[in-house]
């Protein structure tokens, strides 16, 4: 169905919100109302247009003198992963009600514009848009880290940058010879993802080009080795930074991998991917290892997104259907867990100015509310039956077991790694003995009104996974076709 311009106002509406958070600037209370008013706004009117019947479609002329078109769609997959956007966006705006004291209308400004690049990312179905969309990521994650961040801030801000804009300019420079390419040989110069995909370039010209788009998407997924800039990145983000970097950016990489990656180029993607899915088992349990071996908090969790995007990727290389639908899943579930799990390190953070877990222990006696919290998400992180990521993890090592039996044995090493971490984290921070004689403040009324929703996420996904499946197995299928 022709949606326009319903598909702009889903991916511009928070453009539109920056502007009045500026405009409050000088106001930080009317700020926060207006922006968490208007997240909320847009979340529902994301479930509006989730709620008419799918695909979605937009599409006018652009360039026309290069061929490029303003095409957008949004159907179960990018519509759900919207839809998640839209969420998180909410999260975010709620998360930095105390946190945030300075320049409150730029960083709600800011916090608007990831959620509109990101939506951009999700529902481009031209690839010259997709490049503008997936370049100005960059902008406002830089300055959300770099001006709000903590103590190593710009550092680790000019890393994210820049390993980011190393794997765009590779990405940039294959499109616009994919572009040609195809010109060349249907004598239509179009970047229409369905063109594009109806007539591949030569086998011997795909490697080239799929490894070109991998490093980008690698960066951002991140895959390792590709990984370094992200514990940096979190460590040092603010705790929306965090929440946003975890819950939506580094689902734009995973999600184009499926989108752009691997149907553009499928006679090199068939040939490599072994390559891809190696480095997602490997990624798994080096990630987890090394999450074992942290004493930061929110270094650890870092390094726990880092592993469960690594399974991610293995279920993406595999492409079948159920490794896929375990995929999309996992990039749900992951954002809700881990984001909650940054959310809840962020609020202890403020309440004992250090995230060193042996400063913690026995918080359970003291905050019972928020070790309760804590709990359910640590679980729900490491594959506990009935929360969200088990389903998930268990259609991707299954789905990967008759492919890559090598891959889905890693994995499992690597997902019992991820349980062996879990249980430290969650020892270290609510039993034992407490490090301290001062007794933490437990969760207020706000912060509880947080959480909830992401907690009943987590319960729903985990016993109603259908309910993301049903919408997501159509163009899965339609992808594999």
């Not at 940058?161 to 249907?186: D, E, K, P, R």
Request: with cysteine; charged share 10%.
């Amino acid at each position: 169905m022709n949606a326009c311009p319903l598909l702009s106002a889903v991916t511009f509406l928070p453009l539109a919100f920056a502007l009045g958070a500026l405009l409050l600037g000088k106001r930080p209370d009317a700020c926060r109302k207006f922006s968490l008013a208007a997240a909320l706004f847009h979340l529902g009117f994301t479930a509006w247009a989730m709620a008419l019947p799918l695909p979605l479609i937009e599409d006018a002329a652009w360039i026309p003198a290069l061929g490029a078109r303003y095409a957008l769609e949004m159907d179960g997959v990018s519509g759900v992963l919207s839809l998640m956007t839209s969420f998180l966006t909410v999260i975010a705006v709620l998360v930095s009600w105390k946190e945030i004291g300075e320049k409150v209308g730029a960083y709600h400004a800011l916090i608007f514009g990831v959620a509109t690049t990101a939506l951009g990312v999700f529902l481009a179905r031209d690839l010259l848009l997709f490049l503008v969309f997936w370049e100005a990521q960059l902008v406002p994650m830089f300055f959300i880290i770099a001006v709000w961040g903590h103590e190593e801030k710009r550092r680790a801000a000019f890393k994210f940058f820049l390993f980011s804009i190393a794997g765009g300019l590779f990405m940039l420079l294959a499109a616009v010879w994919l572009y040609l390419a195809h010109g060349a040989m249907t004598g239509t110069y179009t970047f229409s993802l369905a063109a594009l995909m109806a007539s591949p370039v030569a086998p011997a010209a795909q490697g080239w080009l799929l490894a070109a788009f991998l490093l980008a998407f690698a960066i951002k997924t991140p895959i390792v080795p590709l990984h370094t800039w992200l514990p940096d990145a979190h460590t040092q983000a603010p705790t929306a930074g965090s929440l946003l970097l975890a819950g939506v950016l580094l689902k734009t990489g995973s999600y184009a991998l499926a989108r752009w990656a691997i149907p553009l180029f499928p006679q090199a993607s068939a040939q490599y991917w072994w390559v891809l899915a190696a480095l997602g088992a490997g990624g798994l349990v080096y990630a987890s290892w090394v999450a074992f071996a942290q004493t930061d908090a929110k270094r650890l969790v870092a390094y726990s997104s880092v592993g469960h995007m690594g399974l991610v990727v293995l279920g993406l290389a595999v492409w079948k259907t159920a490794t896929l639908e375990g995929a999309v899943l996992l990039m749900v579930n992951h954002a809700l867990t881990t984001g909650a799990l940054f959310v809840m390190v962020g609020m202890l953070g403020e309440r004992a100015h250090t995230r060193e877990m042996a400063r913690f222990g026995g918080l359970w006696k003291s905050m019972p509310t928020f070790s309760g919290f804590f709990l359910l998400f640590a679980m729900a992180s490491a594959g506990l039956p009935g929360l969200g990521n088990f389903v998930s993890e268990m259609l991707i090592l299954l789905g990967s077991y008759g492919t890559a039996p090598l891959g889905a044995a890693l994995a499992f090493g690597g997902l019992v790694l991820t349980l062996a971490y879990v249980l430290r984290l969650v020892q270290a921070m609510l039993f034992g003995e407490s490090a301290t004689d001062h007794a933490y403040r437990d969760l207020t009324p706000r912060e509880a009104l947080i959480l909830a929703p992401l907690a009943a996420c987590v319960v729903v996904l985990g016993v109603a996974p259908w309910m993301i499946l049903d919408l997501i197995r159509g163009p899965l299928k339609a992808l594999l076709a």
